[in-house]
């Protein structure tokens, strides 16, 4: 089997469409794309951009409407069972069975793939050392954290080592931790093993870790090289302003993100980062806004939100959530969440131990924690959805171990899945979830209303949930969770797997709520949302182990290593210290 042209992959003018419901979508459009061998190419996009379309094309699961597909050598429309037996291919939903062990998923894996007995062990102990599962093989699947678990999926893709690795978004809602041990993983497949990868991913840090990224949109690709060339091209627009003593972060981030000729402003560390429209000078920005400000070198991540916003027709952010919320208790700086010793067991096991902490009015208060630190299962307590087995907890003056019902109408919840009801359409969702929370006759029709021209569902009123980009369902999830207009938000991993313009899009609404009175309790898994928190919690094996603002936390892990920690640096060495302890 040779390449074609020495290439991993080649698509060759590829078109692909689907139908859904009445509607024609162009997945793939005149696509051209080649992948080079035994490297880690990156693909990147926004939510419908075509990422997974072509990743199923490469593995020989779709046909192509048009063109052609070359996978090592291999037509993967003539030839796609001999593409399947060639290569690996993880997709964003690992099939891995929860019921079954470490073991038996391995061992069934093996099965489907064909692999002799007699090279099974060796292959396994590989494997095992290679993710850190060597000690959990006895262990049902279900009971492993999110980054386990995604690490047995690529466990279970490599046991018969491919020459191709295709991996979509494998590190979508996973801690930082197991993000870098996955990365390690890649890494040594590529160099041991002369493995040739191409990784899609929502994370751009990751994308220029990549020897190349591929930029789709709209289902073609827009450019296609190393990281830095993308970079250097931003030389002169990018700068970090200085955020002044007497001014919030998230109100000068608001503030620059509506500013003519500013493409994108984001909050970094302990500054804004902007990336201007056309080349500019410290000196004319500190004139034009008043602010301390000096040129920063420019990353990956600023080339991806101009480009897109270029390919949009749009310079500049867009500006908060007109009419989003009436907050009934604005400016009223009172804890309407109290958390006092609250525990919740299973059996002899403790998912949270002894937790503390109060999050006031108005306030945006961040739960960070490695997969299995017990952050959702503490939202779960809160929400009135899981009872606690000790402590007490109050939520908007009521004791939930007593009136879980009454605090619910307080109360809006927005899940890790986001909970909608696949079958039922968008309107048809909003519909059922005002009816929950009890809205009924007019004022039902006018949340509605403002649910679809606020979020811009209308002209996706009529397509079913399960049909939407995940950017699409993000929107409707939060529109259902506001539908009552509650004084409390719980986001549970609201921006997991969605793409930089959607979590922008994202945390704009959510300033928009903190400013308007609503309170905010959030978890996520990338580092720098942490820092549009008021303060933060950092939680492992069900315990707080660090409690303050982004600041005084990033303070704690400071050390002679890391005179300058990123959230991202102080979370794993918050980590480390405590599994080091722990060990």
Known sequence: MTAVGGYAI?????????????????????????????????????????????????????????????????DADRDALQVQTSIGYMPQRFGLYEDLTVQENLDLYADLQGVPRAQRAPRY????????????????????????KQKLGLACTLIRAPRLLLLDEPTVGVDPVSRRELWAIVYRLVQQERMSVLLSTAYLDEAERCAEVVLMHEGRVLSHGEPAVFSRRLAGRTFAVE?????????????????????????????????????????SLAVLHGLDCRPVEPR?????????????????????TPGAHTSRHRGDDQAVIRVDRLQRRFGDFYAVKDVSFDVHRGEVFGLLGANGAGKSTTFRMLCGLLPASGGSLQVAGVDLRRAAAAARQRIGYMSQRFSLYATLSVAQNLEFFSSAYGLS?????????????????TEQRQATSADLPLGYKQRLALACALMHEPDILFLDEPTSGVDPLARREFWRRINSLAEAGVTVLVTTHFMEEAEYCDRLAIMAAGEILSL?????????????????PSMEDAFIALIERHSAEAA
């Open 10 to 74: 080649t698509f060759e003018r590829v078109d692909k469409g689907f139908s859904v419901g009445p509607r024609r979508v162009e997945a793939l459009r005149r696509t051209d794309l080649q992948v080079r061998p035994g490297v880690v190419t990156g693909l990147i996009g926004p939510d419908g951009a075509g990422k997974t379309t072509l990743m199923r094309l490469a593995a020989g699961l779709l046909r192509a409407d048009s063109g052609r597909v070359s996978v090592l050598g291999l």
């Open 125 to 148: 102990a590989e494997l095992m050392h290679m993710t850190g599962l060597g000690p959990f093989t006895r262990r049902l699947a279900g009971r492993l954290s999110g980054g386990m």
């Open 243 to 283: 955020v002044p003593p007497d001014n919030s972060k998230r109100a000068l981030q608001t503030r620059l993100a509506q500013s003519p000729g500013i493409i994108d402003a984001v909050i970094q560390k302990e500054h804004v980062r902007l990336v201007l429209a056309a080349a500019s000078s410290p000196a």
């Open 300 to 320: 990956f991540e600023d080339h991806f939100i101009a480009t897109l916003r270029t390919q949009q027709g749009t310079d500049q952010a867009a500006g908060g």
């Open 441 to 457: 006759g007019g004022r039902r029709r006018v949340r509605i209303a403002w649910a679809l021209e606020t979020f811009e569902l």
């Open 548 to 564: 303050g603002t982004p600041r005084e936390v990033k303070d704690a892990a400071r050390s002679a290593r890391a005179p300058d």
